[in-house]
């Protein structure tokens, strides 16, 4: 079955301990991001990857970081945690960047107390 | 911010009658897409339209886009209880995308 897969799902943790979220897409997609997402915020892009070895910022990228070493994984780093970055976050990709259709990840609800 | 906006924040309305939401933007796009969100759950794609086309249906759905307008409207016809979500536009520039706040429909049975 053609997805994205994310992990943890849920996580609590504490301010400042390093975490990393995983997303996993089995579709053979270049294009490959990630989200957060905020009551009354909508969605905000916090990364994107255009292919392997290709990241970009995207509107939120403060305190995040991102890898994309092979095509399939795409993990978001938070190096250290803030309250602010409580948040649901998702995973997304497409073949391409232009003209295509996003897949998203079912979410990673995570509070940093 | 180059999000977008959409409008109403929510809507409800009676199993049966159509929904119209509206969706607004402040620069130059690639495409325009709609995406619809149960509660909680990933996006989910529903249509996506083309910076030189003007309208585009999809079963019930009929998207239009005004550029000059900045614009577009998402119209899901005869609507189902089961048509109960968020639905955002996003636009897409460049290789970025840019949200909406999205509108909650509410379909009564």
């Known amino acids: 079955e053609a997805q994205v897969t994310q992990n943890p799902r849920y996580l609590i943790t504490v301010t400042g301990k390093k975490l990393t979220v995983t997303c996993s897409q089995n579709m053979n997609h270049e294009y490959m991001s990630w989200y957060r997402q905020d009551p009354g915020l909508g969605l905000r892009q916090i990364y994107y990857s255009m292919n392997v070895e290709v990241t970009d910022k995207g509107d939120v990228p403060e305190g995040y970081k991102v890898s994309r070493k092979e095509k399939r994984n795409f993990p978001l780093i938070l190096e250290s945690p803030s309250p602010n970055q409580t948040s649901l976050y998702f995973c997304?990709?497409?073949?391409?960047?232009?003209?295509?259709?996003?897949?998203f990840g079912p979410g990673t609800r995570l509070t940093v107390l | 911010s180059q999000q977008g906006e959409e409008d109403p924040q929510a809507l409800s309305i009676q199993e049966g009658e159509n929904a119209t939401m509206n969706c607004s933007y402040k620069t130059s796009i690639n495409n325009l897409q709609w995406y619809r969100q149960n509660s909680g759950r990933g996006l989910v794609h529903l249509i996506l339209i083309r910076s030189n086309e003007r309208e585009k249906h999809s079963g019930r759905l009929r998207v239009t886009l005004d550029t000059s307008k900045k614009s577009s409207s998402l119209l899901i016809t005869a609507s189902r209880a089961a048509d109960t979500a968020s639905y955002f536009c996003a636009t897409h520039r460049g290789n970025q995308f840019y949200f909406g706040t999205g509108t909650s429909l509410t379909v009564i049975p």
């Open positions: 997304a990709s497409s073949l391409r960047a232009l003209y295509n259709e996003q897949f």
